[in-house]
């Protein structure tokens, strides 16, 4: 689960991390007061989307400007005018794709006089199972391309679980920054509190970037990215509470309701199939067969014929489906549930474009028999090679 940047703020805050003193306002009223409130002399007007680079990103919209994402005011009327331009209008950078992203609310934050920027991340090191951190000299940039083009400026190391966090890991960093005199000390308590931060609310990526050292050579985190790790929401209420339902695509959103492991992707041909290993496996054969998966579906393997039926729906629902092909190996899961929620989604929402159904397991012949039986016009698949050369045959020759 992502948030917001204001949002993330105030867990730093919460956990004293140095950040700005900043008011987040949903209308250009809002930013008129949170502007006034902060004093000035200098003020940074951000957009506040689920996305990188906004300062780089560009709006669709004329009135919003031919400025950024996140810009500098100089007076009250000048901030609000920023917040009014952005607010409702779309912000299109790198990471949101063409069709961008809608700001429905700014952050209004003190502007900071900059001496450096620095980078500096905790994340989940799926090799080591630890947290590890990343830090280096190159703030502002993509860690990616900081990566490619000058990996020596990247220190990288992972925490043992066993001895936890200690003073030498701040240190490291701080050296490896070119950190100075009393920012050694603020860099160490900075990691201690970070690394409190990510293990205490189960975050999987906490990523500053840049961190500052400002005009009086203090430290202070002038950005963040925040995200958590959704199967830990149960233990914090107070995170699910900071959820922005409009930044999440609505399809993934009305999956989660039905515990559909659903994500949205850029082809044409729907997938729907049981276990997270056979639904990557189907995805990668449809590109074999010269064809993109426009999403991965996993409905579990206890899925009930309504989940199955809402699964349809969703699948049906992306107007970039040109084709949907079903792949159910019924071990848990029986063949005769998939058909007969298959044909009930069918029913309900029609069938408007080519659908192969490969079938094998657990009642396997009880479920090819009750979609022959059923009088639609579905393809059946032998195995899961003939499937997915069928559906993408069709959807080519469609």
């Not at 009223?29 to 502007?35: D, F, I, R, T």
């Not at 063409?98 to 952050?107: C, N, S």
């Not at 659903?262 to 049981?274: K, P, R």
């Amino acid at each position: 689960m992502n948030i917001h940047e204001y949002q993330a703020k105030a867990l730093l805050r919460e956990f004293g991390a140095p950040v700005s003193a900043g008011i987040p306002a949903f209308t250009a009223e809002e930013a008129w007061k949170a502007a006034e409130k902060l004093g000035g002399p200098l003020w940074v007007v951000k957009s506040q989307i689920h996305a990188g680079g906004r300062g780089k990103g560009k709006f669709k919209e004329a009135e919003a400007g031919e400025k950024g994402g996140v810009r500098l005011a100089k007076s009250v009327e000048e901030a609000t005018e920023f917040a009014r331009q952005m607010l409702g209008n779309t912000l299109v950078t790198h990471q949101t794709g063409a069709a961008g992203k809608t700001v429905g609310r700014v952050y209004i934050e003190d502007g900071s006089d900059i001496k450096r920027e620095l980078y500096l991340s905790l994340l989940v090191d799926r090799v080591t199972s630890r947290i590890s951190f990343i830090a280096s000299t190159e703030g502002g940039m993509d860690i990616e391309e900081v990566a490619e083009k000058t990996p020596e400026k990247i220190l990288s190391f992972s925490v043992d679980p066993a001895s936890g966090i200690s003073g030498f890991h701040g240190r490291r960093i701080a050296f490896a920054l070119g950190l100075e005199g009393a920012q050694v000390k603020q860099c160490v308590q900075l990691i201690g509190n970070l690394f409190k931060l990510f293990r205490e609310k189960d975050c999987d990526l906490l990523e500053i970037n840049p961190l500052i050292v400002d005009g009086e050579d203090n430290l202070k985190c002038l950005d963040c990215k925040m995200s958590f790790d959704g199967n830990a929401m149960y233990r914090h209420p107070e995170l699910a509470e900071l959820r922005d339902e409009t930044e999440e695509d609505p399809k993934e959103l009305e999956a989660s309701k039905f515990d559909l492991n659903y994500i949205a992707l850029d082809g044409e041909i729907g997938c729907m199939v049981n276990g997270a290993g056979l639904a990557m496996a189907t995805m990668d054969i449809i590109k074999l067969y010269g064809s993109e998966p426009a999403n991965f579906l996993d409905v579990g393997g206890g899925a009930t014929k309504e989940k199955v039926t809402e699964a349809f729906k969703i699948i049906t629902s992306d107007p970039n489906v040109k084709g949907i092909l079903v792949n159910i190996f019924g071990g848990i899961m029986r063949c005769d549930v998939i058909a007969e929620g298959v044909l009930a989604a069918v029913k309900e929402v029609g069938l408007q474009v080519p659908l192969v159904v490969r079938l094998e397991g657990t009642n396997v012949e009880l479920g090819k028999e009750i979609i022959s039986n059923s009088g639609l016009n579905v393809i059946a698949g032998d195995n899961l090679a003939d499937a997915a050369e069928k559906i993408v045959k069709a959807v080519k020759g469609a």
